[in-house]
């Protein structure tokens, strides 16, 4: 399941991204570059179903899964961090954050029921059911923390500050 919160945190953060970057619409030049940024979520979740055994030849299926969470923590660590709290404008962090995000879910699928096989087939049969179920429920709420981060950022510690018992 967090592998799949990052997923749909990076399809659904895309608009308050260019937000943040200031890019109003697709007129905008810089509109095309953030296309591309993006892209790189499904080129490495291409390239990693396919190339998971060659690039993660010493790890274990299992091992390969932990390094999927760890990268996905790290593309979300960067994002909400680099981007939404600090509000860095630099495109570069943008392809690294999704290019991390897809060697995640590309690494992720490929090797997660090999993970869960030993564990029985009630288990395999939870864990395909989770894999949708996990991105659509999650979806949703996974949108708003960065919202509320930002919103206490910009609006609510403002106001704090003000105050005084501060």
Not at 57 to 79: D, G, Q, T
Not at 88 to 107: D, L, N, P, R
Request: net charge positive; with cysteine; aromatic share 14%.
């Amino acid at each position: 399941m967090p592998a799949y919160r990052g997923y749909a945190c990076l399809n659904a953060l895309q608009h308050k991204i260019k937000v943040v970057f200031g890019i109003n619409d697709s007129t905008d030049p810089r509109s095309l570059e953030f296309s591309y940024a993006v892209s790189c979520l499904y080129l490495g979740n291409l390239v990693f179903r396919l190339m998971h055994n060659v690039v993660f030849f010493w790890l274990i299926p299992r091992h390969r899964v932990y390094m999927s969470f760890c990268l996905m923590a790290c593309s979300m660590s960067l994002l909400g961090v680099l981007v939404f709290l600090l509000e860095i404008k630099e495109m570069s962090i943008i392809f690294i954050a999704y290019a991390m995000g897809g060697v995640s879910i590309g690494t992720f699928e490929s090797n997660l029921l090999s993970s869960v096989a030993p564990l029985g087939h009630a288990t395999k049969t939870w864990a395909v059911i989770g894999i949708p179920v996990g991105y659509v429920v999650l979806r949703v709420p996974s949108v708003r923390l960065p919202t509320q981060l930002t919103w206490w950022r910009h609006v609510r510690w403002p106001q704090l500050q003000h105050c005084e018992h501060w």
